[in-house]
Every structure is written in structure tokens, then in C-alpha cells.
């Protein structure tokens, strides 16, 4: 099992920045990919971006230019960041932190959520 707690979130006016966590614990020997999701209310959840142990990162159109995901990685822990930049207000969402197991038929992993808001 692999757990994930978030933190960072918070109210932010337009233009201005936040830099989410994510800190995984237990079998993080079990996880490759780790990344953010977010949902804005009456909104489906929808990626916004991914990083590998590699290094390989992947974003959301959306947030290209603006968001930068990284990871800190050794054999004790795992954490990835989301630093935001130029935020708007449509980034308004709660930010979920995921990592799919690298077992097929296993959950992925999801941390509780943290809430973004950002005014205009």
C-alpha cells in the first residue's frame, strides 16, 4: 500500500503562485508514474500533469507554461511538487495527488485532495 498527503493548497489572487506537495509513504517501490489530477465543482476530474522516476514529464494543455511538476525521490521517500505560476481563476479546483501501482489489476493510489482557489 502507498500513501499520499497533499498540502500547499490555499487562496491565491490572479497571477499569483502556490507550490502543492505530495509525499508518498510505504511501498513507494510499487509506483512509476506519480501526478496531479484536479475537479472543479460540477466538473470531472481531469489531469493536469505527470511525472516518471525517470523524469518525464507530461501537462495538460491548459497549464503549459505555468505549472511545473518535479520529484524528489530516494529509496525512503517519494514527494512530487506543483509549483504554479500566472494562476487563474479557472484553476480553481481541489488538487488530487495519483500514482498508479505498477501491479496490473491494482487501484491506483489518491491522496485526500487540497483546495486551490484562486480570485480574480
Known amino acids: 500500500q502507498v500513501q499520499l498527503v497533499e498540502s500547499g493548497g490555499g487562496l491565491v489572487q490572479a497571477g499569483g503562485s502556490l507550490r502543492l506537495s505530495c509525499a508518498a509513504s510505504?511501498?513507494?517501490?510499487?509506483?512509476?508514474?506519480m501526478g496531479w489530477y484536479r475537479q472543479a465543482p460540477g466538473k470531472q476530474r481531469e489531469l493536469v500533469a505527470t511525472i516518471t522516476r525517470g523524469g518525464r514529464t507530461n501537462y495538460a494543455d491548459s497549464v503549459k507554461g505555468r505549472f511545473t511538476i518535479s520529484r524528489d525521490r530516494d529509496s525512503a521517500k517519494d514527494t512530487v511538487y506543483l509549483q504554479m505560476n500566472s494562476l487563474k481563476p479557472e484553476d480553481t479546483a481541489v488538487y488530487y495527488c495519483?500514482?498508479?501501482?505498477?501491479?496490473?489489476?491494482?487501484?491506483?493510489?489518491w491522496g485526500q485532495g487540497t483546495q486551490v482557489t484562486v480570485s480574480s
Open positions: 510505504g511501498s513507494i517501490f510499487s509506483i512509476n508514474v
Open positions: 495519483n500514482a498508479p501501482s505498477i501491479f496490473s489489476g491494482h487501484s491506483d493510489y
